[in-house]
């Protein structure tokens, strides 16, 4: 197992080289043969840049989805995004479940993608496929959902809920990421055994 690219060695990154064992050891992958090293951790910058992105996004949908509370002030006081926004006894466990969910999806993500490349006969191809579709996944449901975020504020109730069409709306980017990422998987398997 190597350890990261050679293009980040220099002064001051010693204990660089030792954290590429560390991190693949963690997730228990390791570089397949055929990928050139430096092409085989930008695919895996990618990948973790798609697991973030969805598990932020579930984390922040949590938050907005679950109930409003304010114990201190009388939720009359409030307005409808006061009462939406203000929730201290669900903010710190939906922010701590969401840690989990994000650093379980890293796992899974890398796991799966090294398992992948180790058994695909083009593995270089792929990884630069690979890399390309889950940074643009990244991104663009990123941004859809920051964008949504910003419009459904004006979809609260008289009750400072949203209504099931704004969270779906909301959810939409970031499943719409996973099913793309889903399919993209078993076209990647479906072409390795076409290949000799």
Do not use: K
């Not at 590429?20 to 050891?25: Q, R, T």
């Not at 679950?66 to 307005?79: D, N």
């Not at 920051?146 to 979809?155: E, I, M, T």
């Amino acid at each position: 197992m190597r350890g990261p690219p050679s293009g980040i060695r220099g002064r001051g990154t010693r204990g660089l080289d030792r954290f590429g064992y560390d991190v693949l050891g963690l997730l228990r992958a390791s570089e397949p043969p055929g990928v050139p090293h430096e092409l085989y951790w930008a695919s895996v910058l990618a990948v973790l840049g798609w697991a973030v992105s969805l598990g932020l996004q579930a984390t922040v949908l949590s938050m907005i989805v679950f109930g409003p509370r304010a114990p201190a002030v009388a939720p009359e006081l409030l307005t409808a995004m006061g009462r939406a926004n203000v929730r201290p006894e669900w903010e710190l466990p939906v922010f701590a479940v969401g840690c989990l969910v994000i650093m379980a999806a890293c796992f899974l993500a890398v796991r799966v993608w090294s398992a992948l490349l180790a058994e695909h006969p083009s593995a270089a191809r792929e990884a630069v496929r690979g890399a390309a579709l889950h940074a643009g996944l990244a991104v663009a449901s990123g941004f859809a959902f920051v964008v949504l975020s910003a419009a459904v504020r004006f979809d609260f109730g008289s009750d400072g809920r949203l209504p099931g069409a704004a969270v779906g709306r909301l959810a939409a980017p970031g499943l719409a990421a996973l099913l793309a990422w889903g399919g993209y998987h078993v076209l990647a398997r479906r072409r390795s055994r076409r290949r000799p």
